[in-house]
């Protein structure tokens, strides 16, 4: 069946760096992509989205980049901070604007090292 | 605004027990979503709703019913709880369907012994 998942399940990074979290879909008529944040306890928090007419999309230190050839999206974190540390899930829309929920991958648990 | 709200928080309950999780959201949002957690796993969809007095089936349906009464309120319920349902429940509203964002509630974590 079509889903969502993820290339790695955990990343470790240092404070500061630039971290780049990966994830690839397989339903190639999705046409919206989304990441949340979820920190421990926590319900999944929107970070940025972004729709399948455009392969860039920039929020405040976020960068979501899309690749509809491969099938691939990704998430650009800039400058991590202690704060970023969460697991972090795309997400997407299979029916093309219907009302059904969104489907996840199973996260990526970001750490920062200090 | 809370924005998404769900009760309770915390419950334990024993094989056969019913209960009903509540969830409400004060952003005039037409469509509410119930999702289940387990370890090391993404969302999965339960069911869903497109608007008061509608309800609809999502991924992994079995074992739980729902209501959409009030366009504020989705509760979901177990019957009959089952081990197999212990997992962390969240909620979540949208204002348009599918490809806009959800908004999601704090979660309840269920276990059933």
């Known amino acids: 069946g079509e889903s969502v998942g993820l290339h790695l399940p955990t990343l470790s990074v240092q404070e500061g760096d630039n971290s780049i979290i990966n994830c690839a879909y397989s339903n190639s008529a999705s046409d919206y992509f989304i990441w949340y944040k979820q920190e421990s306890g926590k319900g999944p928090q929107f970070i940025i989205d972004i729709r399948s007419n455009m392969d860039k999309r920039q929020g405040q230190r976020v960068t979501v980049l899309l690749n509809k050839t491969v099938k691939h999206l990704s998430l650009q974190i800039a400058a991590t901070q202690p704060g970023d540390s969460a697991v972090y899930f795309c997400a997407e829309s299979p029916s093309g604007g219907g009302a059904d929920g969104l489907t996840f991958g199973k996260g990526t648990h970001l750490i920062i090292q200090p | 605004n809370a924005g998404v709200t769900q009760t309770p928080k915390f419950r334990v309950l024993k094989t056969g027990q019913s209960m009903t999780l509540l969830c409400a959201q004060d952003m005039n949002h037409e469509y509410m979503y119930w999702y289940r957690q387990d370890p090391g796993m993404g969302l999965r969809l339960i069911h869903y709703s497109v608007g008061e007095g509608t309800t609809a089936k999502g991924e992994v349906p079995d074992g739980y019913n729902v209501s959409r009464l009030k366009k504020q309120n989705f509760l979901l319920g177990l019957e009959s709880a089952a081990p197999s349902q212990t997992s962390v429940y969240f909620c979540?509203?949208?204002?348009?369907?599918?490809?806009?964002?959800?908004?999601f509630g704090p979660g309840t974590r269920l276990t059933v012994t």
């Open positions: 979540a509203s949208s204002h348009q369907p599918g490809n806009y964002e959800q908004y």
